[in-house]
């Protein structure tokens, strides 16, 4: 889940799968990349999960409309929203 959807400076994305921790002990990575609308990669994360909100900045982005595709694991989510 991904709130607000319209934005001028952050947006937190929600985990609400369970994150599993692997044999060393260390939470799972996830990867989060920002697309434009016609399909350019413009920003990417990898972070460690470590609760379930995270936190986005997204100032240096002009305004427009972008999706966040987020792969955790084996699991993939897409979420859209707006930068004004």
Do not use: W
């Amino acid at each position: 889940m991904l709130y607000p959807s319209i934005t001028e400076n952050s947006f937190v994305a929600t985990i609400t799968d369970n994150i599993s921790v692997n044999q060393s002990g260390n939470r799972n990575c996830g990867n989060f990349k920002i697309y434009n609308m016609i399909g350019e990669e413009i920003k990417q994360f990898e972070v460690k999960i470590v609760n379930s909100l995270l936190l986005f900045d997204v100032n240096s982005l002009h305004p427009g409309m972008y999706y966040l595709v987020v792969n955790i694991g084996k699991n993939k989510y897409y979420s859209r929203f707006v930068k004004i």
